[in-house]
């Protein structure tokens, strides 16, 4: 019957699918930040699509929790590679390439994910903030970056390989009172994204940026020096207010892993070369004069 047919092409389409290569078999991918948030789901995600990855940030605990993540999802331990560094050390980037280099041989893939806004130790605000704390944040949200793109470029040019920066919408053109350096880390960390794009592509690498708006992650923990419920009560409002979100809810890491992997496979973006993919629910595109009109909208 018509029906057994489909039933029978159905079962042998799972079957195909099954033993379908992944976009990433064969790959090596390094990302980093990936003991938490965007990171770690970036790394299941690329894992579960047949990469070898990378796993690494600083904290023991939050490292274990991606080792576990990625072992519950049926990821084999000859797959993945957990290295603790501090990544704004020249040392601590050795060490990550290094050891992903000795385990897996080669580098297809480079995430530079890791990233923060760093908490004023005096609870100061925007330009009043110290130069520690400028520096800081140029170091984690740049200047690793850059250390990380000088060290791997050898080993990424051998396999034509792609770099997907994390950026953030914090680099668009609008002022930022609160926090002042952080945006200016990544508006840089977008202009070094198109000088390095231009630079490599002629060695076959591409590299690209992924800006986030808001997502639920540790990062606002961190940032304002929150609790989780803190955490949690600003991520349900800004989802519930269009005017700051359009789509009308908060951006969860899963969201950002899926531009993170369309970037990274050459296959689904060849073509696009030192860009800024912005993910964030419309929130750019709301100008304070709309926010009124788009409040009594979703009220009504
Ligand atoms: P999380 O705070 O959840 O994760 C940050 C990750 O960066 C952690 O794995 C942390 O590891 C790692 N990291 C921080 N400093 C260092 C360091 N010195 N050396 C090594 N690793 C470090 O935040 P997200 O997942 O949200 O952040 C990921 C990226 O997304 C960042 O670049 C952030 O700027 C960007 N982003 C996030 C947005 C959001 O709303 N969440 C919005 C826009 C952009 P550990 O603690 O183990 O050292």
Redesign the pocket.
């Known amino acids: 019957s018509i029906k057994e047919a489909a039933r029978v092409s159905m079962i042998t389409k799972r079957l195909f699918a099954s033993k379908m290569p992944g976009r990433f078999e064969g790959k090596v991918a390094i990302i980093?930040?990936?003991?938490?948030?965007?990171?770690?789901e970036t790394a299941l995600l690329f894992a579960k699509e047949g990469a070898q990855v990378t796993v690494?940030?600083?904290?023991l605990e939050?490292?274990e929790k991606s080792r576990q993540a990625l072992l519950d999802a049926g990821i084999s331990e000859s797959n993945f590679l957990i290295v603790s560094?501090?990544?704004?050390t020249s040392s601590?980037q050795d060490k990550l390439i290094g050891e992903t280099l000795e385990k897996f041989g080669k580098l297809n893939i480079l995430v530079n994910?890791?990233?923060?806004?760093i908490k004023d130790p005096e609870n100061k605000t925007g330009i009043s903030q110290g130069l520690d704390v400028y520096e800081q944040t140029m170091k984690?949200?740049v200047e690793?970056v850059i250390g990380l793109t000088q060290k791997t470029r050898p080993h990424l040019a051998k396999t034509k390989g792609d770099i997907v920066n994390?950026?953030?919408?914090?680099a668009v053109k609008a002022g930022w009172s609160l926090l002042a350096y952080y945006p200016m880390a990544?508006a840089a960390l977008d202009q070094y994204t198109r000088s390095a794009a231009i630079d490599l592509i002629s060695e076959g690498i591409r590299v690209n940026t992924v800006?986030?708006?808001?997502?639920?992650?540790?990062?606002?923990e961190?940032e304002f020096g929150w609790s989780a419920e803190e955490a949690k009560k600003f991520y349900d409002d800004m989802g519930a207010n269009r005017s700051s979100i359009p789509v009308g809810f908060t951006?969860r890491?899963e969201h950002?892993a899926k531009t993170i992997a369309f970037l990274a496979d050459r296959d689904s973006s060849e073509y696009i070369i030192g860009q800024n993919i912005v993910a964030d629910g419309g929130t750019t595109l709301v100008l304070g004069i709309h926010a009124n009109v788009l409040n009594s909208l979703s009220n009504s």
């Open positions: 980093t930040g990936s003991s938490n948030g965007i990171g770690r690494t940030g600083r904290n939050r490292l560094a501090d990544i704004t601590g994910n890791a990233g923060a806004s984690i949200n690793s994390v950026s953030s919408i914090v990544k800006n986030p708006g808001i997502v639920k992650t540790g990062f606002h961190s951006g890491p950002i």
